[in-house]
C-alpha cells in the first residue's frame, strides 16, 4: 500500500531564513504527489504538483518541490520564509483513481 | 477555476442528534467526492469515497450506519453524522476530484463539528 512519510511534526524557522519540509513516499511506480497548506480551522490549499516531467516543480507563494525517485523523495522548499507562511503543510499521493493518501503533517512556526 | 463549498462551517449538536454536511461542487460536475476526517494536530483521514448515483465507498473501521452519505447529483454530496456523539467532534473536509485520471482534487473549507 502506498504511504507518505513527513519525518518533521513540527519546524521553526526565522522569518527570511530558507525552509525545506521533507516527504518520503513509499510505492512501486511513480505516484503523482502533492503538497497542501492548511491554516487553522480552514481546509486545504494546493501548492503545487508533480505529475510527471521536469522534477523541479514551481508551486504558488514562492514555494517549490524538487522529486527524487532514487530517495523517494519529494521535499518542498522555499528560499525565503514569510510569517504568512505558518500553517500546517501536508504532503500527499495518489496514484491512478485512488483517493489521496495523506502525510502526518508538519507544522511550521515562523519566528521574527 | 474549480471550486468546492462546503457548509456549515461550524456546528454545535447535542447528543443524540443528526447533523447533515454538504459538500457542493460551483462550478464543475464532481463524479467522485471523497469525506475526511481530522482530528486536533493531526493528519486527514479517509473516511469514505461518495459516487454519484450509487453508494459510497467506505474505509475500514468506518461506521456506515453512523455517516450517512448521499450523492444524489453531480454537484451536491451530504455526509450526515447520525446520534451524534462528543467522540464524533472532529473537523470533516470534503474533496472533489476536478476532471478525469489526475488533474487534482480541491478541498471544501471544512466544518467544525462540536458535540456537547
Known amino acids: 500500500a502506498q504511504s507518505v512519510t513527513q519525518p518533521d511534526i513540527h519546524i521553526t524557522v526565522s522569518e527570511g531564513a530558507s525552509l525545506e519540509l521533507r516527504c518520503n513516499y513509499s510505492y512501486g511506480a511513480t505516484p503523482y504527489l502533492f503538497w497542501y497548506v492548511q491554516s487553522p480551522g480552514q481546509g486545504l490549499q494546493l501548492l503545487l504538483k508533480y505529475f510527471s516531467g521536469d522534477t523541479l516543480v514551481q508551486g504558488i507563494k514562492g514555494f517549490e518541490a524538487e522529486f527524487k525517485r532514487s530517495q523517494s523523495s519529494f521535499n518542498l522548499r522555499k528560499p525565503s520564509v514569510h510569517w504568512s507562511d505558518a500553517a500546517e503543510y501536508f504532503c500527499a499521493v495518489h496514484s491512478g483513481n485512488t483517493p489521496l493518501v495523506f502525510g502526518k503533517g508538519t507544522r511550521l512556526s515562523v519566528i521574527a | 477555476g474549480a471550486v468546492v463549498s462546503q457548509h456549515p462551517s461550524w456546528v454545535i449538536c447535542k447528543s443524540g442528534t443528526s447533523v447533515k454536511i454538504e459538500c457542493r461542487s460551483l462550478d464543475f460536475q464532481a463524479t467522485t467526492m471523497f469525506w475526511y476526517r481530522q482530528f486536533p494536530k493531526q493528519s486527514l483521514m479517509l473516511m469514505a469515497t461518495s459516487n454519484e448515483g450509487s453508494k459510497a465507498t467506505y474505509e475500514q473501521g468506518v461506521e456506515k450506519d453512523k455517516f450517512l452519505i448521499n450523492h444524489a447529483s453531480l454537484t451536491l454530496s451530504t455526509l450526515t453524522v447520525t446520534s451524534a456523539h462528543p467522540e464524533d467532534s472532529s473537523f470533516y473536509i470534503c474533496?472533489?476530484?476536478?476532471?478525469?485520471?489526475?488533474?487534482?482534487?480541491?478541498f471544501g473549507s471544512g466544518t467544525r463539528l462540536t458535540v456537547v
Open positions: 474533496s472533489a476530484r476536478t476532471g478525469t485520471g489526475i488533474l487534482g482534487y480541491t
